[in-house]
């Protein structure tokens, strides 16, 4: 069976731990267009690590093929081999999986070496990669759907880059994940107050906005064009304030139920709030520094 090849971070990695029959978003589109979804998406997976999955499974695709890639942020790097979903130096606990010696590496890389201007390059080189490997291997377009938005930083110009999005045989969304998702919650609600490191969504998202996005994905795998996702009309928002995380029939109906009950027992485990490695680092302060410069 022809696939809907999927790559991309915790927008789109499926769960296989749990025996759960709802079907994302992927898992519609894929449904939609009467192709086998074949997801290869990592929760806090970096760019690199998701265009190592592609160079892996490229010459296994067919022209009846279909990738789908969810762009990260830029910013994430895969620090080391065996840990492909610690590349955000703002995870909480970062520095309980990683030894010191690590831990130093992620610090002095994220103060001394990394910047701006070079993960837009990095990543304007790996489109430019993609939109190649598109066109030698003579497959559909690849639909790019921007988890973040696609550019950092406005106080950095990136001109020379921009041309990306024009590439033909690489569709980058109108618009991003993130955006959709935040506008989810109520106006004033604080995301990491409500869920103190324990989203229970599928994929940060509600329910219904999986299926919207499906429609909105699939059509624009049909007509070979960019998925627009400012199109806010469409998308559920302004549904999620602190009370419902307590309310069992809102969250059996818009959310992961597994995660919601797993999200109970885990903060009755854990009493105590943590402060964040990045903040007891240091990295936030010196990070804010070197904004204001």
Known sequence: MNRLFVVGDSFSADNLDKKDPYKAWYAQTAEKLGLECDNHSLIGASQDWCWWKIAQNIKSLTPEDQIVVVITHPGRFWFFDNHPGLTNYQILNIDEALNPEQIEAVKKFIMLIQRPPLDIQQQSHR????????????????????????????????????????????????????????????????????????????????????????????????EQKSVDLTCFEKFKSNMIDYSVVNDEEFCKKHFDLYAWKERADYLAKNTNKEVP??????????LKGTRRK
């Open 277 to 286: 490695w990045a903040k007891r680092s240091g990295l936030v302060d010196f």
């Open 127 to 222: 489109l430019g990669w993609l939109d190649a490997q598109i066109r030698l291997h003579k497959l559909r377009p690849a639909q790019v759907i921007c988890a973040f938005p696609i550019f950092i930083q406005e106080a950095f110009k990136f001109e020379e880059h921009i041309n990306w999005l024009n590439y033909e045989n690489v569709k980058i969304s109108k618009g991003d994940l993130l955006t959709i998702e935040s506008r989810e919650y109520k106006k004033e609600i604080d995301e990491n107050t409500l869920w103190q490191g324990y989203d229970c969504r599928y994929n940060h998202l509600l329910k219904e906005n999986h299926t919207i996005l499906a429609e909105l994905l699939a059509e624009a795998i049909t």
